[in-house]
Each structure stands twice: as structure tokens, then as C-alpha cells.
């Protein structure tokens, strides 16, 4: 028999969408969402237009199922009493003390879930870790319950996300795979089906993969650690590109058309960003560590090096061109999210550049068309007023574009395609254009409109 009361203890970027797609596909399972954030739980429940996330797709699929199988809610203890089967999708962060500081994974949050999960349940259950979490968590999770609940079965299911924010709608109702770790036992192995089954409601079989616990905490560190490693790739070439004449995106073209590479993730920019990359990779590291593995830990912390150097560099260049300019330059700045179709800033290449640029005396004008000026200045919170006097938020793109010297196309927002380049050149007192590599307009057509082009690409 099918367990149809589902709890998800965290209501942020993981958990909201996820559970809204499981609430779409699986109308005979009861869903609740629950979260300690009163604003969060509220914005839930609020006009589909103030949705605490940016998901394309998301609002329509919280108009269908909201209230009907689908629920927000603060009371996180009723939630995990009535469930039968509750996910983990609370947030973990990299240590900022202790042993592992800087590198690996604050399990702080999942313990407090596991902890109340083991004092206020009456029921045996199923916990599914959706948390991004370094190898090893569930074992903690299950140390943890143990050691608040003898009376209660717990069985511990790891069951990564692998959705990419901007397109998470589509990755969890046409996923590459779905993967679903556990014990290696008869009473595993009945969980492992039993969370299988919520994703046959409308995944194929082949695209469900069930391994051990480990396999699957470690794979998804694997998956996001090589796609940053291709950024990271990609954007080296494209400062040796800059040195010899050759033109990065003939370069990508031309190695993504190799079909045992493919052409995805091979797009020069400023940076990756986002909260799992960098984060995940870390993780990675510290693990290797952990086991004296230093070779492969270097090689992995090159990643992270490569994609500091490549913002570094971006800002220097806009740097170096004002430097002698006199009458304090300001650079408009295209694009705060950390990718187009999300509201999410996390670690987004725009935070790094824009310190770097305030921190040079360089005003700069932002315009983002999701990210809220809260979170821009939050974002930024640690430079001194003297900086951040130089930093204006504008509600649109022209506003942004009056008095700069310049644009930077940081976030590749599909409204920034469309920028009529010849209105904007009026408004900038010295056009000079940055973009970012990521082939946003046409670079003989910028040249045609503005004096001086600098790109990542050129």
C-alpha cells in the first residue's frame, strides 16, 4: 500500500517546486510544505505574483494544486506526525568554523530536522534526504534519529535534486534520471520502491536509478562538479583565445560538435554561479582530503581558481579601461541573478564584479528585472558606506544606462537581447561596451554602434 501523506521540511528552492510537481503528477497524495520562515510560509500562501521564488512555470502549477493536495504550513511538528514519508530540503551551507571551515558542508540544519523529526514522530517513517549533502549524511542522519527515537523505524532514503534553477520546472517533470539511494536490506529496499513509486506516477522505469546511500550522495556532488569543471574549461580557453586571434565560441563550436564531449556547459562567461557549484565542489574537496587523496583535491580546487580568475578578469578589464578617466566613470550593470529566469543571486558573478568595481572608485548603476534591491544590497552588505555610495539600483534598463560610460551584461536575461543598441548609445556618455561572453548581440553589429568594444570574447 502506497504511503500518501508526504512532508517536506523546508519550503525554499528545493522543496517549493519539487513538492508543487509531486502534488501535479501524484493528485492522490497529500503534500505539505513546512518551514519555521513565518514570510516564506505566508508568501506561499499570498497572490501567485509575490511567489517567494522565480521558477517559469511555477505559478501555474501552484494555481492548480494549492489547497487541494498541496500545502503550506509553520506547524512543522503536526506535519511530521501525520506523514508517512518526509523529505529533508533545508539548507546547507559551507562550514564557517570548526573543522572542515571553508570547505565542507554545515549539517547543522539537517540535524535539527533529524532531531525533531525522531522527538515528535509516533510512527515509523521513511526520511528522504533532498538536501545537496556531502557523502556520509545519511549515516548522520541516522545516527541522529537513533539517538532521540528507539521505539520508531527509520529509513533513510538519499534522493538528490538535480534540477537547474531557470529551467527546475522542466527538470522535474522530464528529468534526465531520478536517483534514489538506500540500505542494502528488505526494509531498504521496500523504501527505495516506495519513493520509486511517487516518480512512476510519471517518470519511465529506466530513468529511475536505484543504488546504495553512498552512490548516490556522492553522485550528485560528481554531477555538479563536472558541469562547473566544463565552465571552468571553457572560460580558460577563452583568455588564451583573447591572446592568440582565435574566437572562443568557433573554439566551443567546434569541440561541442565532438560527440564524446556534446555542446553543453561549453558557453564562455563571466563565472559560474549559483548555491550548489561552488559549494558542491568543496565539498568534494574536503572529502578527498579527508582521505589523503591531496592529487585529486588540487586538481578540483583548479576549478574554483579558474572561475575566480575569470571574474577577476572581467573587472579588471572595465578597470583598466576607466582608470584614466577623471570625473569618477560609472558603469551600468545588466543582471544580478546568478543565471536568466531566476530570482536566486547566490553566489552570481555580478556580486564579485561589482565589488571589484565599486572598490576602484567606479560608480556603477544596477538593473536587474527579479532580483529586489533588498537582496542586491544585502548581497553587498559587507563594503563600507564610502563604496556603497557609489552603487545605484534602477527600476529599468534606461534609467541604469543614464551617465554611464558603459554596459556589462553580467546575467544573460533574454529582455537584454533585445536592447536597442542606438537609443542606448545616447543615453551613455563614452559608449564603451562589456558583455560577457556569452554571445548576447552580435559582435560586428556592437561594433558598428560604439567606438570601443571590450568582451570577454573578442
Not at 60 to 85: G, M, P, Q, Y
Not at 201 to 230: C, D, G, H, V, Y
Not at 236 to 259: N, P, Q, Y
Request: a neutral charge.
Amino acid at each position: 500500500m502506497k504511503s500518501k501523506q508526504i512532508c517536506c521540511i523546508g519550503a525554499g528552492y528545493v522543496g517549493g517546486p519539487t513538492m508543487s510537481v509531486i502534488a501535479l503528477k501524484c493528485p492522490d497524495y497529500n503534500i505539505t510544505v513546512v518551514d519555521s520562515n513565518d514570510e516564506r510560509i505566508n508568501s506561499w500562501n499570498g497572490p501567485l505574483d509575490s511567489l517567494p521564488i522565480f521558477e517559469p512555470g511555477l505559478k501555474d502549477i501552484i494555481n492548480s494544486v494549492r489547497n487541494k493536495n498541496l500545502f503550506f504550513s509553520t506547524d512543522v511538528e503536526s506535519a511530521i506526525r501525520k506523514s508517512d514519508i518526509i523529505f529533508i530540503a533545508v539548507n546547507t551551507p559551507t562550514k564557517t568554523s570548526g573543522e572542515g571551515k571553508g570547505m565542507a558542508a554545515d549539517l547543522s540544519n539537517i540535524k535539527k530536522c533529524s532531531e525533531l523529526i525522531a522527538k515528535v514522530s509516533k510512527t515509523d517513517k521513511i526520511i528522504v534526504e533532498k538536501s545537496t549533502a556531502p557523502v556520509g549524511t545519511a549515516q548522520e542522519i541516522k545516527n541522529v534519529l537513533k539517538s532521540f527515537n528507539t521505539k520508531n523505524k527509520f529509513e533513510i532514503i538519499s534522493n538528490p535534486e538535480f534540477l537547474a534553477e531557470g529551467t527546475a520546472i522542466n527538470d522535474l517533470t522530464n528529468p534526465d534520471r531520478v536517483l534514489i539511494g538506500g540500505e542494502n536490506t528488505v526494509e531498504g529496499e521496500i523504501a527505495i520502491n516506495k519513493i520509486a513509486d511517487i516518480y512512476r506516477e510519471w517518470i519511465p522505469e529506466e530513468k529511475i536509478i536505484m543504488t546504495n546511500t553512498w552512490s548516490s550522495e556522492l553522485s550528485k556532488l560528481a554531477s555538479n562538479s563536472f558541469l562547473a569543471q566544463r565552465i571552468s574549461s571553457i572560460n580558460s580557453l577563452s583568455a588564451l583565445c583573447e591572446k592568440t586571434g582565435a574566437k572562443i565560441d568557433e573554439v566551443a563550436e567546434a569541440v561541442g560538435m565532438d560527440s564524446r564531449i556534446g555542446s553543453k556547459f561549453l558557453k564562455a562567461s563571466v563565472g559560474f554561479g549559483g548555491s550548489c557549484f561552488k559549494k558542491d565542489i568543496l565539498n568534494l574537496v574536503y572529502l578527498c582530503k579527508y582521505f589523503n587523496l591531496y592529487e585529486v583535491a588540487e586538481y578540483w580546487e583548479n576549478v574554483l581558481k579558474i572561475n575566480d580568475f575569470q571574474k577577476k578578469r572581467f573587472s579588471h578589464k572595465i578597470i583598466n579601461t576607466l582608470k584614466t578617466i577623471k570625473d569618477n566613470p560609472t558603469i551600468s550593470v545588466l543582471g544580478w541573478a546568478f543565471k536568466k529566469d531566476t530570482n536566486d543571486s547566490r553566489e552570481s558573478a555580478s556580486i564579485d564584479v561589482v565589488k571589484d568595481l565599486l572598490s576602484n572608485g567606479i560608480n556603477v548603476n544596477i538593473y536587474d528585472p527579479m532580483v529586489p534591491k533588498t537582496t542586491i544590497l544585502n548581497d553587498i552588505k559587507e563594503l563600507s558606506d564610502s563604496k556603497l555610495k557609489k552603487l545605484k539600483i534602477s527600476s529599468s534598463i534606461d534609467d541604469s544606462l543614464v551617465g554611464s560610460y558603459g554596459i556589462c551584461i553580467i546575467t544573460e536575461w533574454d529582455q537584454f537581447k533585445e536592447i536597442d543598441f542606438n537609443k542606448a548609445s545616447n543615453k551613455l556618455v563614452e559608449p564603451i561596451l562589456f558583455i560577457d561572453g556569452r554571445n548576447i548581440i552580435d559582435s560586428e553589429q556592437i561594433k558598428s554602434l560604439f567606438k570601443h568594444v571590450m568582451s570577454i570574447d573578442s
